[in-house]
Structure formats: structure tokens, C-alpha cells
């Protein structure tokens, strides 16, 4: 039996005890049926008390590991915190680094092409000079031949180098 139920036994053993005469209120009541119960109470107290007992602890064990279940969690999050932070810099500093070697390249190929255009131009010039001096010279030949054809006689070939060039 439960102690409340014991103690409500209790209760009516002596509530339905007479009562004596001119005792202000006193009443007789079977000592063994009180010390029956009373043992009972004693039996039942331990059990209850144990039974909190264990409600305690339980309630103790559940609430730490609840606190250590919060705190991995909070650690948890905090570590993938970091890494995707660490993460995010990284990727920052490849786009920072990946914009540079972009821009140098871009640099250098634009020096590269203007070096080119300077070096064909150079080239050119130099060929243009070269056409221009071979050219003069075939001229003179050419006027050469056909001075001394017309010492000669020979005009056909004049007009005929003349018309091709």
C-alpha cells in the first residue's frame, strides 16, 4: 500500500474511535491496529523514498546529459562554423589570387602584342626599303637595257619591259 493511503487508514481507525469521557477530546483506539499501520507507513516509506530517490537521480542524469548533448551540439556548430569560414577565406583568396594571374596575363599579352606590332613594323619598313632600293635598282637596269637598245635599234623591248612593270 501507498504511506497516503496508510496515513488515510490511519486517519479513520481514529476517527471512528470513541471518544472518553471528560478527556478533552481524547479517544481510545486499538494500539495493535495503530502499530499495524504504522509498520505498514515504515515498510512503505522506503520504497517511496527510494522510488524519489530514483526519480532524482534519473531526473540528475537526464539533465546532464542533456547539458552534454547541448554543449556537443554548440561544439559541433561552431567547428563547421570555423571551416565554413575558413572555407569562405579560401575561396576569397583563390578568386583574389585567380585575379591577379588573370590581370599579369592580360599585362603581358598586351606587351607581347605590342612588341610584336613593333617588330613586324620594323620588319615591314625594312622590306618596304628593301623592294624600294631593289625596285630603284631594276630601274636603272631597265633604263640601262633600253638605252642601249635604242643605241641598238632594238625599241620593241622597251615597250614591252615597260607595259609589264
Known sequence: MKVEDLILQLQDVISAAKSMPFSGGKVMVSSDEIYDILDQIQDAMPAEV?????????????????????????????????????????????????????????????????????????????TEEGVATQLEALRKTHANIVSSQK???????????SDSI
Open 151 to 161: 643605241r641598238k635599234g632594238g625599241l620593241k623591248f622597251d615597250l614591252l619591259w
Open 50 to 126: 527510494r522510488q524519489a530517490k530514483n526519480i532524482v537521480a534519473d531526473r540528475k542524469q537526464i539533465l546532464a546529459e542533456a547539458n552534454r548533448e547541448s554543449e556537443n551540439i554548440i561544439r559541433s556548430a561552431e567547428e563547421r562554423k570555423k571551416a565554413m569560414l575558413n572555407q569562405n577565406e579560401l575561396v576569397r583568396e583563390a578568386q583574389a589570387k585567380a585575379k591577379e594571374i588573370v590581370d599579369d596575363a592580360k599585362q603581358k599579352s598586351a606587351e607581347i602584342r605590342k612588341a610584336a606590332n613593333v617588330y613586324v613594323d620594323s620588319i615591314m619598313k625594312r
